[in-house]
């Protein structure tokens, strides 16, 4: 493998927001090359495909301000600090934002949205067993949670409906999964 | 559907760099009540999973600073300007970056890395019957150009080793879409 290491000389914070937090660093390029990167810190996210017992998955409809369109996506949030537990935070937001606690959560693997220019690390889950207990909405949360069967996300996905990523990468391991599964 | 739209009262650039540019928006919420938002705009982009005639994806590691890790990825890149027609581009950067030129190129849908604060649109695109002519890299781009067996970069992905979510979603789309083409 060639040399690739980017090596930092300085970092200097643009921007610290109540969700964007924005640096600029000084490095230097695997050639010895001064050059800058621009990039968003974040402190880290989870996203969980929520599978009911007759095969339905719980979706979200939301407004997403940076394209002025409502998106459908798997329920998902940050972090609430950097030593939160993935799992922890999970079972949270899961429970929060459409009341299901599962009696599995299996970890399906990590999904970087944006790696040239977003440190935003995703762990995604795989929620099954689902028993139900009332959702708790943050006040400035606008969801509506509604259902659809697993197979046809699947094909809202393969016709290019489904544009968040996280939930097509998500959906299309689980169909992964549950095809093995069915083999076995 | 719930109303779910959210007004822009005023709109400030906070920073206008190299790569990042970044806004907060002074909102109204669906209830009326005032908020801000903070993103990240983005002129769009496009991501090509090529395919040879021998079964192997064109993959690249690129050392990404946000992580400081060397990641594998697909070839991509951003659009030119917001007029770049996406199919061009995807010829483009596919052309500049692993020297391939493809007979066949299939739109794949739309990517969202980061709906919530980052306005980035990925094209994703499926090319085959490739050709290959010279690599023509920027001169601050430092990347490994590799080949790996597409079934085995679909088993890496679903052991987790592919972080990259753009990657995730293409090649898990492109499987589905080669099982469909077999079944016929």
Redesign the interface.
Same mark, same amino acid.
């Given at each position: 493998?060639?040399q690739?290491?980017?090596k930092t000389v300085s970092s200097e914070m643009?921007?610290d927001?109540?969700?964007?937090h924005?640096f600029? *660093?000084n490095?230097l390029? &695997?050639?010895g090359?001064p050059?800058?990167?621009?990039?968003?810190?974040h402190v880290g996210a989870v996203c969980i495909l929520p599978l009911t017992d007759e095969g339905e998955v719980i979706l979200e409809?939301?407004?997403?301000?940076?394209?002025h369109e409502?998106?459908i996506?798997i329920p998902a949030g940050k972090l609430d600090g950097p030593d939160e537990d993935p799992r922890a935070a999970a079972l949270r937001e899961l429970r929060e934002e459409t009341g299901a606690v599962p009696r599995e959560l299996h970890?399906?693997? *990590?999904?970087?949205?944006? &790696?040239?220019?977003?440190?935003?690390?995703?762990r995604m889950f795989f929620a099954r067993g689902l028993v139900f207990e009332n959702q708790k909405l943050d006040e400035?949360e606008?969801?509506?949670v509604f259902r659809m069967p697993f197979d046809d996300l699947?094909a809202e996905?393969?016709?290019?409906?489904i544009?968040?990523?996280?939930t097509?990468?998500a959906a299309?391991?689980v169909a992964?999964?549950l095809a093995k599964e069915k083999q076995q």
């Open positions: 493998m060639i690739m290491d980017e643009i921007y927001g109540r969700v964007l924005v600029k *660093d490095i390029l &695997p050639n090359e050059s800058i990167r621009e990039y968003v810190k409809r939301q407004y997403r301000y940076p394209f409502v998106l996506e970890y399906l693997g *990590d999904f970087l949205g944006s &790696p040239a220019i977003m440190g935003e690390r995703i400035d606008f969801l509506e699947i996905i393969l016709a290019g409906n544009p968040d990523g996280k097509q990468a299309l391991r992964a999964l």
